[in-house]
């Protein structure tokens, strides 16, 4: 296997250097740049045969670096690994639930060790998706990815596959081959602050209360001035969730808020 890593920003030379045998691109970046039509014909001339994966981001980690309004990417060469791809729009399902059973479902099972799915951030339930997803998948075969950003912007965010990413899709990498080993895990740096609370009313992702009161109200107390920033500074400030069942805490990231009906919509199902 072979990895090359690049970077794309405004006063980098969009230029990239052409490779036949790359067979897998992800595209990490703002939706300044991921808009722009040069930028996306110059990657695909550059890597030909290759499925390429655009997503946009609230920020993107190149290097040792953590930057806004650039792409970061890497161009993977397999030796024995095949990569099929498939991508869908949300709006053609009822739910996130349906668009994950139907999207993994194009999948051929046999000899399949790893699934990458990149997900709208904006219209779709991450929970219900990867739910969907596990439905059909054994639970030998992981899967792995991540929502799509909009920066501090939470207006829309842009998903594609060899083509100009849009709004609303959902894209996944199937890779096959028995010499290909795969291992994840994932850690968060948050640090709870304030009283433990009961979540009193919710519908789905949305949150509309909190211990009997406002959950909007009730959060922007917490964040005092920060709350002028909302809705982007909601992402500096997710919430921390314990089941009933469970002595391990979630994060929920905030992805809107609701100033009419004074609610929130996380990422995820809120209990």
């Known amino acids: 296997m072979k990895i090359k890593q690049f970077q794309i920003t405004d006063n980098h030379q969009y230029n990239v250097e052409k490779d036949d045998l790359i067979d897998v691109v992800l595209c990490f970046g703002s939706k300044h740049l991921l808009n722009d039509k040069k930028v996306i014909t110059n ?43 498939n991508s869908i729009s949300i709006d053609q399902y009822s739910d996130s639930y349906d668009a994950g059973k139907n999207l ?35 639970d030998y075969i992981p899967i792995t990815g991540g929502l799509a950003g909009d920066g501090p912007h939470f207006q829309n ?26 291992s994840h895990s994932s850690m968060g740096g948050w640090e709870p602050f304030g009283l433990q609370r009961l979540v009193t009313k919710s519908n789905a992702n949305e949150l509309f209360e909190i211990d009997g009161k406002n959950a909007l109200e009730l959060y922007k107390e917490y964040l005092g001035k920060y709350s002028e920033e909302l809705p982007g500074s909601a992402l500096l400030f997710p919430l921390s969730v314990q089941l009933h069942d469970s002595e391990n805490s979630l994060v ?4 809107s808020i609701d100033n009419e009906s004074k609610s929130m919509h996380f990422c995820r199902r809120y209990p």
Not at 43 to 58: G, L, Q, R, V
Not at 76 to 85: C, G, K, P, R
Not at 109 to 131: A, C, M, P, W
Request: hydrophobic share 40%; proline share 2%; with cysteine.
């Open 43 to 85: 990657i695909s001339s550059a890597f030909p045969k290759a499925d390429i994966a655009y997503c946009s981001t609230a920020g993107e980690i190149y290097d040792d670096q953590v930057l806004d309004n650039s792409i970061s990417a890497v161009a993977i060469q397999f030796d024995h690994t095949q990569v099929l791809s």
């Open 252 to 255: 929920r990231t905030i992805l």
């Open 104 to 138: 993994v479902s194009r999948f051929d099972t046999q000899d399949l060790r790893y699934i990458f799915v990149l997900s709208d951030g904006s219209k779709v339930n991450g929970s219900e998706l990867v739910k969907g997803m596990n439905e059909v998948i054994d």
């Open 157 to 182: 965010t842009l998903v594609g596959l060899n083509e100009a990413p849009t709004s609303g899709k959902i894209l996944a990498l199937a890779f096959y081959g028995d010499k290909l080993k795969v």
